[in-house]
C-alpha cells in the first residue's frame, strides 16, 4: 500500500509515494538517493542513521514512512549552511574526528543537536550526549575534541 | 538486519477512532507509539503485525497537565526525553526525571514514550519503579469507557498488562504528593548508558521534622515478573529515624521479598544482593540532607 507523504525535507517542499512500511532511513537512501545516512545497527543500538525529525535527533532506522506526513527532516546532507560546511564539519575534518567515516554523519547531527542546545558544553555533556552513537574505529577522544573545538568556533562567531 | 513486511498503517485522531479501528479490524493489529519496542520485535523477533494504528496523531496523548489537587497528568505519548527535560518534573520529582534520562540515547528518549514502555510491560522498564514508588495511576480508554487502576496493578506479567486488546492506555496519573516527598532512582547495570538494569529501585519517602519516616514507598524493577513494591521493606523504614542499620535491614528484606531469575545478565543469586545493596543506597540518598543530584556526571558518581 502506498502512502502520500508531503515532507520538508533539507528545507525543501518535497511530496512522494511510499509505502507505509518503508523505514524512514530506506526511504532516504534507496528512494531519495541521500545515501548520507548510515545504517549501523538497524535497531536503535549505534546512532549512524540519526536524523532530525521536527527538530529533534532520532535513529531513522526504528520510523515508518507511513508516519511521517506532514514532518519536517534534516539528514545530514542538510547540515551545510549554504555553500559552506558546518563549523562542526570543519572541526571533525581538522581534528582527525573520522576514520573510516561510518559514524561520522550519525555524530555530526548529534553533536549538532548538543550545540543548539548547549553551546558550551563539558568533556561529560559531551558525552553524555553522543552515548547512543558508537564509532567502532573508536576515535572517541578525537571525536569529543571535535565537538570542543566546534563548539569554541560558535561561540566565537557568534561574537564577531 | 531483516526489514518489515507490507503492513496497513492507520492515523486516527481521537482515542474513539482508534479504539474502533482495532475492533473493526481484528487480530494481528498493533498500537504504534514511539516505536522504539515495535520496530525492534518486528526486525529481531519477527513479529508481523497485519496493521498499526498510530497514535501519534491523537492530540490530547501528548500533554503534561497539572490538575488543581495538586495531581500530576502524564499523556501516554510524553516522550522519556520530555519527561527527563521537563521544569516541572525536575523540580517535583527530579529522580522521575532521572529514570527517565536512563533509558537508552537521547534520539531514542526523543520518541520512546512513557505509554508505549508502560504498555508493553518490560520488567526492567526503568520509569516503572519511579512510578509506582509515587503511586501513580493507569487511565485506561476504550471506546466510550474509562477506567483508572493502580499502576502496581497494571502490570500482571512480563510484556501483559491488564488492557484488553482494543484499550489503550492513554495517561500516567500521578497523585498530589506534599513538598518534601523526596525520591531517588538507581539502576544498576553492566554500562553506564545504553544498557538495560539488572536491578532498578526506587524509592520515594516523606520525614516528619523529628526526621522520622511518615510515608515510603520502595519499588523494583528487573528483579520480578513485573516491577514491583517491597512492601515488607517499606513496613520496616516506616516510622523510624533513617539510620544506615534500618536503611540496611530494609535492604536485606527487599532481597528476600523479590525473585529475580538467572539469565544471560546476571544470576538470580547476584541480583537479589544488588537489590539488598541498591535499596540500601536509595534510602539513604533519598533522605539526605543536602544534596539533589543535577548532572548525570553526578548521579553517576553518587551510585557507587
Ligand atoms: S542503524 Fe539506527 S541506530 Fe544503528
Ligand atoms: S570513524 Fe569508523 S566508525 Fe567511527
Known sequence: MKKKIQLTLNGKKTILEAPAHRLLLDLLRDEIGLTGTKEGCGTGDCGACTVFLNGKPVNSCLILSGELDGAELVTIEGLKIGPELHPIQKAFIQDGGAQCGYCTPGMLMMAKALLDENPNPTEEEIRFALSGNLCRCTGYAKIIQAVQDAAKEIRQAARR | ?304
Not at chain 2, 529514570?99 to 522498564?125: C, D, F, K, L, Y
Not at chain 2, 536485606?252 to 541480583?271: H, L, M, Q, T, W
Not at chain 2, 537489590?275 to 553518587?302: F, G, Q
Open chain 2, 1 to 304: 538486519m531483516k526489514r518489515t513486511e507490507p503492513l496497513e498503517i492507520y492515523q486516527p485522531t481521537s482515542v474513539n477512532e482508534a479504539c474502533r479501528i482495532i475492533k473493526q479490524s481484528g487480530p494481528g493489529g498493533h498500537f504504534l507509539a514511539g516505536g522504539t519496542d515495535l520496530i525492534i520485535a518486528i526486525k529481531e523477533k519477527g513479529w508481523v503485525p497485519r496493521y498499526v494504528v498510530d497514535l501519534k496523531r491523537i492530540p490530547s496523548l501528548s500533554e503534561i497537565l497539572t490538575n488543581s489537587d495538586g495531581s500530576l497528568v502524564l499523556g501516554a505519548l510524553t516522550t522519556m526525553r520530555e519527561i527527563e527535560i521537563s521544569p516541572l518534573i525536575r523540580d517535583r520529582y527530579p529522580f522521575l526525571a532521572q529514570s527517565a534520562a536512563e533509558v537508552g540515547s537521547i534520539q531514542i528518549r526523543h520518541r520512546a514514550t512513557i505509554g508505549g514502555n508502560m504498555a508493553n510491560a518490560t520488567p526492567s522498564a526503568d520509569v516503572a519503579p519511579a512510578l509506582i514508588a509515587l503511586d501513580a495511576k493507569a487511565k485506561i480508554s476504550g471506546e466510550n469507557s474509562e477506567r483508572i487502576v493502580a499502576l502496581e496493578k497494571f502490570f500482571v506479567g512480563p510484556g501483559k498488562t491488564l488492557m484488553k486488546p482494543d484499550e489503550i492506555l492513554t495517561a500516567l496519573i500521578i497523585p498530589p504528593h506534599p513538598a518534601t516527598l523526596r525520591g531517588e532512582y538507581i539502576k544498576f547495570s553492566p554500562r553506564e548508558m545504553m544498557d538495560l538494569a539488572y536491578v532498578g529501585v526506587a524509592v520515594a519517602l516523606a520525614m516528619d521534622e523529628r526526621k522520622k519516616v511518615k510515608h515510603v514507598r520502595i519499588a523494583l524493577g528487573a528483579v520480578a515478573p513485573i516491577p514491583m513494591r517491597a512492601r515488607k521493606a517499606e513496613a520496616i523504614v516506616l516510622d523510624q529515624i533513617l539510620s544506615e542499620e534500618i536503611a540496611e535491614q530494609a535492604g536485606g528484606e527487599a532481597a528476600k521479598e523479590c525473585s529475580p531469575i538467572s539469565d544471560v545478565r546476571s544470576s538470580a543469586d547476584y541480583r537479589r544482593e544488588m537489590v539488598r545493596v541498591n535499596t540500601k543506597r536509595a534510602l539513604l540518598n533519598a533522605a539526605s540532607e543536602h544534596w539533589r543530584p543535577t548532572s548525570w556526571v553526578e548521579r553517576r558518581d553518587r551510585r557507587y
